[in-house]
């Protein structure tokens, strides 16, 4: 689920954080939000050329993210940077090395940042980029200029093509226009799996409980979320050792119309044929399907009768 135990590794400056002197590597540059199929296309081949070399797989990324940093807004989060590290790993990946990106980074050159970070701090014998990658202070490296600076310390560069179908190349941002669009179908096609959010469990008004419905009410989500609707999912709990299955369900995000309406937009998950407490607790929830938007309704037993259809379309959705 995800949960493997990855070496995330942090450094600043150049200087690793974490662990011991980083083990000579072939490593991939990006920022991987969301290790969507263009991401792992390169990730696989540099994984299969470290295997070929007898060098550990690893990954470079930043956190947090560059445009929040260069003036530019930061997108919405797809994955925190500890789900990144665990995705990286179930697909191989050794070492995951995460840079605070900061003032003085935005303004490193394109020649430090090869030369110190990735080959020197990192000891990449082979670079991976993607073909549209760039780096350093105003975006000025390219992949020609790591090529050299990596030819010329010994080890070497790759670029590899940008992963794509029939709507053009897979990528982050456009992941995040179908999830906000609430097809959540796509955003999976392009991801390779069902988008995922985490909260903690917190005390909401228990109106759900009074209807036979009991939910789960969200905080603290930190991941991008789709557009108000009534979706149907699959639920994890989140403990230390990792995740767990906790079962299928329903997730509704809006305002809640038909109670009152809320200035503030709610997250709120009936876990199917579970009973107990899970307060406190954080559910990572996997969006499979979108149900419906969110309407009002007359009145709490027109409610409590959709709710109950939207139950067995989810079921039916999830295969249950």
């Given at each position: 689920?995800?949960d ?9 400056g150049?200087?690793?954080?974490d662990?011991?002197p980083?083990p000579?590597?072939v490593?991939v540059?990006?920022n ?9 296309a ?8 470290a295997?070929?070399?007898g060098l550990v797989?690893?990954?470079?990324t930043f956190d947090?993210?560059p445009?929040?940093?260069v003036g530019a ?13 665990g995705l ?5 990946v ?8 900061d ?9 430090r940042?090869?030369?110190?970070f990735?080959?020197?701090t990192l000891n990449a ?5 993607g073909?549209n990658?760039r ?11 790591l090529d ?9 560069a790759?670029?590899?093509v940008?992963a794509?179908?029939a709507?053009g190349?897979?990528s982050?941002?456009r992941?995040?226009g179908?999830i906000?669009?609430g097809d959540v179908?796509a955003a ?6 069902p988008h995922a959010?985490?909260g ?11 209807i036979?419905?009991p939910t789960?009410?969200?905080?603290e989500?930190?991941e991008?979320?789709?557009?108000d609707?009534?979706?149907?999912v699959r ?6 050792s990792?995740?767990?299955?906790l079962?299928d369900g ?5 305002v809640?119309p038909?109670?009152g309406g809320?200035?503030a937009?709610?997250?709120?998950v009936y ?5 107990g407490?899970l307060?406190d607790q954080?559910l990572?929830?996997h969006v ?7 309407q009002?309704f007359?009145g709490?037993?027109e409610l409590k ?10 079921r039916e959705?999830?295969?249950?």
């Open positions: 689920m995800s493997r135990p990855s070496a995330l590794f942090r450094f600043d150049s200087t690793l954080l662990g011991d980083a000579a590597c490593l540059v990006g991987f939000d969301g290790v969507h199929r263009g991401h792992r390169v990730i696989d081949a540099a994984t299969a050329e295997r070929l070399r797989p690893a990954v470079l947090p993210h445009n929040g940093v807004a930061a997108p919405p989060l797809l994955t925190t940077i500890e789900r990144r590290a990286l790993s179930d697909i191989g050794e070492r995951v090395y995460v840079r605070r990106f003032g003085e980074l935005a303004q490193c050159s394109a020649e940042f090869v030369r110190e990735v080959l020197s014998k082979v670079v991976f980029v073909e990658f780096f350093g202070a105003g975006r000025a490296g390219d992949f020609a200029l050299r600076e990596a030819a010329a310390a010994g080890s070497e790759r670029t590899h940008l794509h179908d709507r190349p897979f982050s941002t992941v995040r179908s906000g669009e179908a999976a096609h392009v991801l390779g799996r959010i985490s903690t469990v917190v005390h909401g008004a228990a109106r759900g409980r009074t036979g419905f789960a009410n969200l905080a989500i930190a991008l979320l789709p557009a609707g009534v979706y149907a639920v994890d709990v989140v403990e230390p990792g995740a767990r299955r079962g329903v997730m509704n995000i809006g809640r038909t109670v809320e200035r937009r709610s997250v709120e876990v199917l044929d579970f009973m407490d307060y954080v990572r929830v499979v399907a979108r149900l419906r938007g969110e009002r007359a709490l037993d009768a959709q709710i109950a259809r939207d139950v067995g379309a989810a959705a999830l295969g249950g």
